[in-house]
């Protein structure tokens, strides 16, 4: 099925550990968005990518990096967990900016 | 920091209703839009409203925006039970990155 695929779908990290959240879309969308969900804050924006071979920071990018690795891929990196980043990871992509988003199934992290 | 509040929080209403949720936003922007997240699934896009538009329709769906409020609705028609989720208004800036809110959740009892 065409749309955003994120993986892994659960994980559960300790303090300290790192771990990369992958992310891929085959609509052949130009920009990449990575956001998190906690509750009651609706989603919150950690990176995006407008184009291949740019990223920028969004409003929550602390403790976070990212890899637009081609077109079709866009990575999120912690990588020194803390409890505070316990939250569901959303991937999204869209056409161009401007335009309606197309969103992965989630990525649920809790760091213990 | 959220560009959107929707209002209600939560909404609760019996099938065949009417469901209406509103959004405000704070700054100037280029679109509007808003998407359904069902219980653990990620967001879909449901509609999108220009800055020049004042009303869109899609399906049971109708969207208005008043740029000179910074408020926006919208209006579930005929409600569902498969209509129980959460809805969220989404601006988009003229950075073009979307700011959500924090969302409405809608119960359709039957």
């Known amino acids: 099925n065409a749309g955003v695929t994120q993986t892994p779908k659960f994980q559960v990290l300790k303090t300290g550990q790192s771990m990369t959240l992958q992310c891929a879309q085959d609509m052949n969308h130009n920009s990449m968005y990575w956001y998190r969900q906690d509750p009651g804050m609706g989603l919150r924006l950690i990176y995006y990518?407008?184009?291949?071979?740019?990223?920028d920071k969004g409003e929550v990018p602390n403790g976070y990096n990212v890899s637009r690795l081609n077109k079709r891929e866009f990575s999120l990196r912690l990588e020194s967990a803390a409890p505070s980043q316990t939250s569901v990871y959303f991937c999204a992509s869209s056409e161009r900016q401007g335009r309606g988003y197309t969103f992965g199934s989630g990525t649920r992290l809790t760091v213990v | 920091s959220q560009q959107g509040e929707e209002d209600p929080q939560a909404l609760s209403i019996q099938e065949g209703e009417n469901a209406t949720m509103n959004c405000s936003y704070k700054t100037s922007i280029n679109n509007l839009q808003w998407y359904r997240q069902n219980s653990g699934r990620g967001l879909v896009h449901l509609i999108l409203i220009r800055s020049n538009e004042r009303e869109k329709h899609s399906g049971r769906l109708r969207v208005t925006l008043d740029t000179s409020k910074k408020s926006s609705s919208l209006l579930i028609t005929a409600s569902r039970a498969a209509d129980t989720a959460s809805y969220f208004c989404?601006?988009?800036?003229?950075?073009?990155?979307?700011?959500f809110g924090a969302g409405t959740t809608v119960t359709v009892r039957a």
């Open positions: 990518s407008a184009s291949e071979g740019t990223t």
């Open positions: 989404a601006t988009d800036g003229n950075d073009y990155k979307l700011s």
